[in-house]
Each structure stands twice: as C-alpha cells, then as structure tokens.
C-alpha cells in the first residue's frame, strides 16, 4: 500500500526567509503524481504545486519549488520569501495515475511564519 | 465562477443517529470524491462519485454511504454515529477523464462533525 510520511509536526520561519517541508513517500508504481496542498485556518484545501514521476525536472510555481527525488522518494516543498499569508497546514499528496481521486495524504506540517 | 460548496458547516449529533452532508461541485465539475479529516490529521479518501455512481471507496465500513445526482451534487450519509466518526468531512470535485495531475481536485471548506 501506499503511504506519505511528513516527519515535521511543525515548523516556523522568519518573514521574507526561506523554509524547507519535508515529504517521503513509498509506493511500487512507477507512473504517480505528486502534490502539496495549504490548508489555512478557513480548511479550505488549496492546491499550492505538483509534480508528475516521470519528470526529473522539479515543479516551480512563483516561490513555491519541490526537490523531487525519485529514487530516494522524497519531494520536499522550499518557500522563498516567507510571507504571512503562508502559514498554514501543508500536506503532502499522492495519487497513482491510474487511480484519479483518491489522493493519499501525509500528516501534515504546521508552518507558522514570524514577523 | 462558484467554487465547491457544502453545507453545513457544522453539524452536532449524538451516538447512533444518522447525518447527510451536502456538496455542490465546482461548475464545469462532475466528479465528486469525499475525503475524512480528523483532528490535526491528513484526509482520508472515503468514495469518489462519477456519473451517479460510486467509482472507488476507501477502507470506510458501510455505514457511509452516497449519492449523486444528475446535477452532479452529492450527499454523503453516515448512519449508527459513533464519536469517533467526529471529524472534518471535505468534498473535492475535478473534471471527468482527466488525470488528477491535469484535473487537479478542488476542494470545499468542509463540514465540521461532531458527534456526542
């Protein structure tokens, strides 16, 4: 089966700095997708990036990056220029390509961004 | 454009009774999955609707169950409440066919269950 694992409970960062959450994860399959989700104080999930397996190249969106190793299962998200706004819940997700819906999720992080 | 919306946002009941949570998918939207959040924890996949019937389901017992509708709503209904049933139940609707990587879920903002 599969699973995600998010060994950070919580995590802070100084406004305008740089922070790193840490994702593993294990699964047999060769074709999956790769997400990380922010889930402020509202619950809202909101999608902040994603990554497909089968490419090397990591995902940027704005100040948002991922280090995707695919051998070693790992896909940690990096925010540049900490902002208020992030602090959140970020959850790290899985979905195999075959199977569209059922995402699997890790625990969670708790970022809490100071000014 | 109307994002995924779900109705209540909170709801109270006691041990053994039933409850129906509601959701409206995101327009252009016609699938609609469930997912389980408890306290302080990752969702957990419950079921994913597709053309009024259920797709996949997750490792929850019968006592949840759903629907869909040919207005691509969706209910969720859990009978026999037990307190540990007491959680954050969030909807998330994506376009059919697609991937989850090119049709990436869009979520509610959920319904906060307790039960007593």
Not at chain 1, 34 to 63: C, D, G, H
Not at chain 2, 92 to 99: C, E, H, Q, V
Request: net charge neutral.
């Amino acid at each position: 089966a599969q699973t995600v694992t998010q060994s950070q409970p919580e995590m802070s960062v100084q406004e305008a700095e740089t922070v790193t959450l840490s994702c593993t994860y294990d699964t047999s399959e060769s074709d999956y997708y790769l997400f990380w989700y922010k889930q402020p104080p509202s619950r809202q999930m909101i999608l902040v990036i994603r990554q497909e397996a089968y490419k090397q190249q990591n995902a940027t969106e704005n100040r948002f990056s991922v280090n995707f190793q695919k051998a070693a299962k790992s896909f940690s998200l990096k925010i540049s220029d900490s902002q208020l706004g992030d602090a959140a819940m970020y959850f790290c997700a899985y979905v195999s390509s075959g199977n569209t819906g059922k995402l699997i999720f890790g625990q969670g992080t708790t970022l809490q961004v100071k000014p | 454009d109307a994002g995924v919306t779900q109705s209540p946002t909170h709801l109270i009941k006691t041990r053994g009774q039933q409850v129906t949570l509601r959701c409206s998918p995101k327009s252009g939207h016609d699938t609609v999955s469930w997912y389980q959040q408890a306290l302080g924890q990752g969702p957990q996949f419950i079921f994913q609707y597709y053309e009024e019937e259920e797709r996949q389901r997750g490792n929850f017992p019968d006592r949840f169950s759903g629907h869909q509708f040919p207005n691509y709503s969706s209910e969720l209904n859990v009978n026999a409440l037990l307190l540990g049933d007491s959680a954050l139940y969030l909807c998330a609707s994506s376009f059919p066919g697609g991937n989850s990587y090119n049709s990436p879920l869009h979520f509610g903002n959920g319904t906060r269950l307790t039960v007593t």
